[in-house]
């Protein structure tokens, strides 16, 4: 491991000597109904019929959105942020009071660990990574956001899957879980798993907010990362 991803697992609070628990075969993965055809595999059109052209109307419908209260307090509307054609996808679960004043998500101390996350596995913010949330206004006082502005927001979300055609989709933290998966999650359960997004592969992993709050976890953290480039690893027939 060279001396830059040392320092970066090290900025992560783990040593380099941390390895998956599970390992997982890498021919049954590949075998596996959700992965071996996800490469070629579309966002269903059927939810996103009203879906705009482009990332301009996007952009737009995000901007003048008034579907529930969150628009009321908030200085702007955080689209997301990186390479739209990138086959890697990260969703988070909303703006932050930084991310909220900068029009841009995880900038705060959040996204400087999910930055480190991403060096550890070769990726950076930009370069075949895009960054969204599950809602694209702060809630106030940064609380979860509740079940109805997940849903007012969930078309957007859905649009931007659909014009990035991600390959793998890793969501961050529970509230973008059971967005994208319209189900009850539990992280512990849900991690080391491929789970699928209208066909395409997606993967669970700890909010870096709450790896800064839960230290112990980012060492399970690692093996999500992991597992997440094992499962890219092969979508891509490596």
């Known amino acids: ?27 049954e993965l590949a075998s596996s109904p959700i992965v071996a055809g996800a490469a070629d595999a579309l966002p269903s059109t059927t939810r996103v019929a009203d879906a705009g052209a482009d990332w301009e109307s996007l952009a737009a419908s995000v901007r003048d959105c008034r579907k529930c209260g969150l628009c009321v307090a908030r200085k702007q509307a ?31 101390q959040a996204g400087k660990l999910l930055d480190n996350m ?9 370069n075949d ?17 509740d079940a109805e502005e997940m849903a007012a927001c969930r078309s957007f979300l859905e ?24 189900s009850e999650v539990k992280i512990a359960a849900a991690r080391g798993r491929v789970h699928a997004y209208q066909g395409i592969p997606l993967v669970v992993t700890y909010h870096p907010a709450y790896l800064l709050r839960n230290l112990p976890d980012k060492a399970k953290a690692w093996e999500d990362l992991c597992h997440m ?5 092969e979508l891509k027939g490596g």
């Open 1 to 27: 491991m060279s001396a830059d991803r040392d320092l970066i697992l090290h900025e992560m609070g783990l040593g380099p000597l941390w390895r998956l628990r599970v390992p997982q075969d890498a021919a």
């Open 78 to 108: 955080v689209l997301g942020v990186g390479d739209i054609k990138a086959d890697w996808l990260f969703v988070g679960e909303g703006p932050g009071a930084e991310e909220d004043q900068r029009g841009e998500p995880f900038v705060g």
């Open 118 to 126: 991403l060096a550890a596995i070769g990726l950076r913010r930009g």
């Open 129 to 145: 990574v895009y960054i969204a949330n599950a809602v694209k206004c702060r809630p106030p006082e940064n609380r979860t956001p």
């Open 159 to 182: 649009r931007q899957i659909a014009l990035i055609r991600p390959k793998l989709i890793v969501a961050l933290g529970r509230p973008a879980a059971q967005t994208l998966l319209e």
């Open 229 to 233: 480039r094992r499962v890219m690893r």
